[in-house]
């Protein structure tokens, strides 16, 4: 159910020089229910009073349902209305929001055996909500799933420590972190190749595509 709140932000750290994470309670107490992928809109006005609104990613890792700090992951956008709204909250200061919005979810009836995650920047955000659930999924049905993550740098690899442990401890979840470094080009062509050869004329992946890709992203 889609519900408007106030939210108050308890903690802010930068994730990376141009990204800042920030960790917000509801001003209610309530926990914040969502499905792990589902994002947030920030409401605001534009300094002449118009009215606007902004989507975030909600990437609390979530067991269950229910969290009690939403956090997001907001990106620098030069000149941006919400950037300076978010980038300026200090903490104890609230913003209006409503949510959880969005079906870009792993879903309880779905029955895949893989799933195979691409993202770059702070697109990598619904993935880290969902790692509790991946591993769930891992344990009991055996399903195989494997991360691919991009940045323009290295500093710029958000939460690339969680997602490492995660591959890390987690059987059958596979990781790679992409970024301009020369080794990492290459790679990412390996994969874009493998994507690529298979692909047309609809640009609709096979079977086949996906298991190449898959075998691409080192254990
Ligand atoms: C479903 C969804 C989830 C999203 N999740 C996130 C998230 O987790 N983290 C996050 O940081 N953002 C996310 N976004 C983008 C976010 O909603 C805003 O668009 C973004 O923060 C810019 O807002 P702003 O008000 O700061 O910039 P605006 O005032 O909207 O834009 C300022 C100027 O920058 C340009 N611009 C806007 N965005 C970009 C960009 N990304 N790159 C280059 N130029 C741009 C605009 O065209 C404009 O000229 C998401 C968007 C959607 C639709």
Not at 150 to 172: C, D, P, V
Request: aromatic share 8%; proline share 6%; with cysteine.
């Amino acid at each position: 159910m889609i519900e408007h709140f106030q939210l108050k932000l308890a903690d802010s750290r930068m994730l990376a020089p141009t990204v800042r994470h920030l960790a917000l309670e509801r001003a209610d107490g309530t926990p914040f229910k969502f499905t792990p992928g589902q994002f947030v809109q920030i409401h605001f006005n534009y300094d002449d009073g118009k009215p606007t609104k902004r989507s975030y990613s909600v990437g609390t890792p979530a067991e269950g349902d229910e969290v009690d700090k939403l956090e997001l992951a907001i990106s620098y956008v030069e000149g941006g209305a919400a950037t300076r709204l978010l980038g300026n909250l200090e903490r104890g200061g609230s913003v209006e929001a409503s949510g959880p919005y969005g079906r870009f979810c792993l879903m309880d009836d779905d029955a895949n055996r893989r799933y195979f995650l691409i993202a770059t920047g702070t697109g990598v955000t619904p993935y880290r909500a969902m790692l509790p659930k991946i591993k769930k999924l891992i344990a009991e049905r055996g399903t195989r799933v494997a991360l691919l993550y991009g940045a323009r740098n290295e500093e710029e690899l958000l939460y690339g420590e969680e997602f490492e442990a995660s591959r890390k401890n987690t059987r059958n979840s596979r990781s790679m972190p992409v970024c301009r470094a020369q080794h990492a080009r290459h790679r990412a062509r390996t994969i874009a190749a493998a994507t690529c050869r298979r692909c047309c004329p609809n640009c609709s992946p096979t079977p086949n595509t996906t298991s190449r890709i898959y075998a691409a992203i080192p254990k």
